[in-house]
């Protein structure tokens, strides 16, 4: 167990619907970090928040939006999904600001039919 | 800007034979350097990182890395792999200049052992 934790695990929905990752950073961290891991594109940066402010951008699509609570939890909400947004989505948590790596979460593997 | 290249995406090797996965990345600042594993259908793990100080680091399960800052490469190898050892293996890269320390990825080698 790594300390963050990720729900749901599995996650079946349609296309055109919406759905939202849960992510539970390590107790302490403060930055919250959100990758989409998919065959053909591998490992993607969307976006990073740090005490509830959103710090760094990747490759996010509009249809998707973030969000850290003051608890520090953060919420990754995909809307209008497509086939293409079928991945697996990553959190990771790291510490105060510095090189310290992140520590991730096991994934919630999204399937769009 | 920076970028992360593993040279090779699979490395089939034998068991018991060591191994050695390639990164090279680059950019002109310091750098700090990580080594993850992903373990099938896991989330992924740091293996090692080097920050500064000695340039040969270990990491868990007989691991280590090596930083080259003139061959801007952070190899990674172990001398003698086990089955326990299939997993996809991630380079990644933050510099000081970079006030948020974001991880720039390389694309992963898939590391795959032979009985």
């Known amino acids: 167990d790594s300390g963050v934790t990720q729900t749901p695990k599995h996650l079946i929905t349609a296309t055109g619907q919406r759905v939202t990752l849960r992510c539970s950073p390590r107790s302490g961290d403060l930055s919250v970090y959100w990758y989409q891991q998919s065959l053909d594109q591998g490992l993607q940066f969307l976006i990073q928040y740090y005490n509830g402010e959103e710090r760094a951008k990747g490759n996010i699509l509009e249809r998707f939006s973030a969000q850290q609570f003051p608890d520090l939890h953060s919420e990754l909400n995909l809307s209008s999904l497509e086939l293409g947004d079928s991945a697996l989505y990553f959190c990771?948590?790291?510490?105060?600001?510095?090189?310290?790596?992140?520590?991730f979460g096991s994934g919630t593997r999204l399937t769009v039919v | 800007a920076q970028s992360v290249t593993q040279l090779d995406s699979q490395v089939p090797v034998f068991e018991e034979a060591p191994v050695e996965l390639r990164c090279n990345y680059s950019?002109?600042?310091?750098?700090?350097l990580f080594w993850y594993v992903q373990y099938p259908n896991q989330g992924l793990q740091l293996l090692l990182k080097y920050l500064s100080g000695s340039t040969l680091v270990k990491g868990i399960n007989g691991f280590e890395a090596e930083f080259n800052k003139s061959q801007t490469s952070f190899h990674l190898r172990k001398p003698s792999v086990h089955i326990s050892d299939t997993a996809e293996y991630f380079c990644a890269v933050s510099d000081e200049m970079d006030s948020n320390y974001q991880l720039i990825w390389g694309a992963g080698t898939k590391l795959i052992i032979k009985p």
């Open positions: 950019s002109s600042v310091s750098v700090y």
């Open positions: 990771a948590s790291s510490a105060r600001q510095g090189p310290y790596g992140y520590t």
